[in-house]
């Protein structure tokens, strides 16, 4: 409480000022609010035995962002609320209360944060500090951050703070610094006029965090860090990341003390219409969090990205991809290319064709023999990145035709091939317990087909529509879906949709799950009610997953922002 | 708690007499140059920002959508867009590709670290805001429906010929 008050003093001083000098500076005050609730029914199909239905029958949950910014000053605060918190969201909210608030000023060149912030290094391979609300996500930082500009094209950051873990903070400390040089034009005339752009970047993080085990001697410090560098010419650009973390024995990898490492690399080429990207990356052992005994989306220190592409349409959105921070390697490449308008397949309007392919699989892992009893406590395994991995864990081949058929209708198709393996992505196996006993693994492929159309009805008018089919023998077996929405610009939208799981082994599971929603928008503010049937399935942004359960009922979600 | 609620009411009461301008955020280039969101507003014609990212279909519609609309716009009366992605660093690098490939003639931006997305208070992508030529925001939308694409042109029109959609 006192430091609220605290807080709000400051807020109150910074209007004063701002007041008295409105003219000359003339304050800004951003902010927005999100309500989402549920009610939940009863629903003995999707759910036989009750056990995800909540006893409080209605969940909701909201919160409320303001950022206050007068020239070289700006401050914000978040108010979260969970009454309580909805199914499927991490259970660590639990209440109300602020849990981001900052102060931030730039002074002689340096710019300063005290309080929360959202920071990272390079991809964050070592560090970053983020939030997705949708995922229920947030490690914000609470301490200090400081960033400056010593000479042209040089950026360094230092922070140092603690995570955010719920309504508390994470046991362990984090330090860091980061530096990234542009190689500019003033000091390397010839680069400039070679067309080329090169900007190299290394970090160093460490966290502490006590130890006090009774068999194990825990590092207590714990440093990690990279380099990098992106270089690019015309068309052309690459970029290159290295990450190594010293010895850190966490729940993640079975408190080995083996170090760990990553690289991630992408090369690029886009000009007149075609646009391509490679990415390679492979990471060992790089589970990174303030709490050695962490798990699920808790106390991250860094972020490890996916390589596989993010799918928005519903049926390959059950099968999404999380990225195994123990260890994984994999490949994407994404080729986007626009037949020009006029031409044979181009037609009036030109046509869109997008494929992206992306593999992932395991690391080469040499266990240690558990004989060796210590050896196998230090190490755990050896690992060749020259030698592929065993294990399959996930891979997607999609290719995409979008083309606008005439000044009404718009058509979009996508043939998608995947491959899942749930004993990893969703009952979170490790290799050994995998390798020793590889036919007992659950995996999962199919073709998806899916087709799109937007059909314009009149000025502001539009009908959208997609029929999407799921054909698989694994897991819940064959899918088809419709779905139907009606848009009036710029207010109203209404949609419809039903999944039809006609395939599932189980037959007394051969549901349906229908949704619809009414949605109203005015400007900044949105509100949206939905009243359906949703199924289990994993919910994914960026590679950071979380578990949905089945539900039923009617929901509502309100967001503004002004 | 009430003291907060009253700091609040007091912000909400001073804001309104201020016209809303872009705060002084960093971002950068494709080609990984710094570059201040206020050097890149036009102060000559309206200044459409758009955010969008990768992974967000809806905003991928409205930026295709809004193309054929933008290019006329620019000849008419000199409106600029920016679109700026608030894609995290990792997925950056598919950007140019991604703008490319739907040929997209925009200014393409970066916010990696989402620092403009937060200092606008926006929740969700996508989001749209139209500035006037002296930078004062005139317009803000959030999400995206078929359609929105028309009502963002006829805005960018008005705001070209002295007129704020706001009121």
């Known amino acids: ?106 002074q002689d060149g340096l710019d300063i944060t005290i309080g929360n912030f959202y920071e990272q290094f390079g991809t964050g391979m070592v560090f970053r500090s983020y939030e997705e609300r949708g995922l229920g996500y947030d490690n914000a930082m609470d301490g200090v951050r400081i960033k400056v500009n010593p000479v042209s094209g040089l950026s360094l950051k230092a922070v140092m703070g603690r995570q955010r873990f719920y309504f508390e903070k994470s046991p362990g400390l984090l330090r860091g610094i980061d530096a990234e040089y542009n190689l500019s034009k003033e000091l390397f005339p010839k680069l400039d006029s070679a067309g080329l752009r090169w900007t190299v970047g290394g ?56 170090d760990g490492n990553g690289i991630l690399t992408n090369v690029s080429y886009s000009k007149n219409g075609l646009g391509i990207i490679a990415g390679v990356k492979r990471i060992d052992n790089m589970s990174f969090r303030t709490d050695r005994n962490g798990s699920t989306i808790d106390m991250l220190v860094n972020y490890l990205s996916p390589t596989a592409q993010v799918h928005t349409y519903a049926l390959p959105a059950l099968y999404q991809y999380a990225t195994q921070i123990n260890g994984e390697e994999g490949i994407q490449l994404e080729a986007n290319y626009k037949f020009k308008r006029n031409t044979a397949l181009g037609g009036k309007y030109g046509m869109l064709l997008s494929i992206n392919y992306s593999v992932v699989q395991s690391i080469d892992k040499d266990y240690v023999d558990p004989a060796l009893d210590t050896l196998r406590t230090l190490q755990g395994y050896y690992s060749d990145p020259l030698i592929r991995g065993d294990i399959p864990y996930f891979h997607d081949f999609n290719i995409t035709l979008s083309k606008k058929i005439n000044t009404k209708l718009k058509l979009n198709a996508m043939y998608l091939n995947l491959f899942y393996n749930r004993s990893v992505l969703e009952d979170g196996l490790g290799d050994e317990s995998i390798l020793l006993n590889p036919d007992g693994q659950k995996l999962m492929s199919g073709d998806i087909f899916i087709v799109e159309s937007l059909y314009k009805v009149r000025r502001k008018h539009y009908l959208r529509t997609e029929f999407q089919h799921l054909s698989t023998r694994d897991d819940r077996g064959s899918m088809a879906m419709a779905l139907a929405e009606y848009s009036i610009a710029p207010h109203w939208f209404f949609s419809v949709q039903d999944i039809y799981n006609y395939g599932n082994p189980d037959e007394a599971q051969r549901l349906h799950y229908p949704l619809a929603s009414v949605v109203y928008t005015s400007g900044t503010s949105r509100f949206q009610l939905s009243y359906g049937r949703q199924q289990r399935g994993i919910f994914c942004v960026g590679g950071v997953c979380r578990v949905v359960p089945p539900s039923n009922g009617v929901s509502f979600s309100l967001t503004s922002s002004f | 708690m009430k003291n907060l609620l009253t700091a609040l009411s007091l912000l909400f009461a001073t804001s309104t007499l201020v016209a809303q ?37 809806p905003c991928i519609k409205e930026l295709t959508a809004f193309m054929d609309y933008a290019i006329d716009l620019e000849e008419e009366v000199g409106a600029k867009v920016l679109a700026v992605s608030i894609d995290d660093s990792r997925n950056s690098a598919r950007i140019a590709p991604m703008v490319q490939g ?18 606008l208070g926006i929740v969700n992508v996508p989001f749209t805001l139209v500035l006037n030529k002296e930078g004062e925001v005139v317009w803000k939308h959030s999400g995206y429906s078929p359609g929105d694409e028309e009502e963002l042109a006829e805005v960018v029109e008005e705001v070209a010929a002295g007129y704020d959609p706001s009121h």
């Open chain 1, 1 to 106: 409480m006192k430091r609220l008050l605290l807080f709000t003093w400051v807020i109150f001083s910074a209007i004063g000022s701002f007041a008295q000098e409105q003219n000359t500076f003339g304050g800004q005050l951003h902010g927005n609010f999100q309500l989402d609730g549920q009610l939940y029914l009863r629903d003995e199909s999707i759910d036989p035995t009750g056990e995800f239905y909540p006893d409080e029958r209605f969940l909701g949950q909201g919160y409320a962002n303001f950022v206050y910014s007068d020239g070289n000053f700006s401050s914000g605060l978040r108010y979260e609320n969970y009454q309580n918190v909805m199914l499927g969201f991490p259970e660590g909210y639990r209440g109300e209360g602020i849990t981001y608030r900052y102060l931030k000023f730039k």
């Open chain 1, 203 to 258: 970090s160093y993080m460490s966290k502490y965090q006590r130890a006090n085990d009774p068999f194990l001697v825990l590092p207590e410090n714990v440093a990690a860090g990279g380099v990098r560098t992106q270089v690019s010419k015309g068309p052309w650009a690459m970029q290159i990341e290295y990450a190594y973390k010293a010895n850190d024995p966490s729940a993640d990898n079975g408190y080995i003390y083996k």
């Open chain 2, 21 to 57: 301008e872009i705060p002084s955020t960093n971002l950068k280039t494709l080609d990984g140059q710094s570059i201040n969101i206020q050097d890149a507003i036009s102060d000559e014609g309206p200044t459409v920002i758009s955010f969008w990212a990768t992974w967000c279909k």
């Open chain 2, 102 to 119: 739907q040929g997209w003639e925009y200014t393409v931006l970066l916010d990696e670290n989402q620092d403009l997305k937060r200092n």
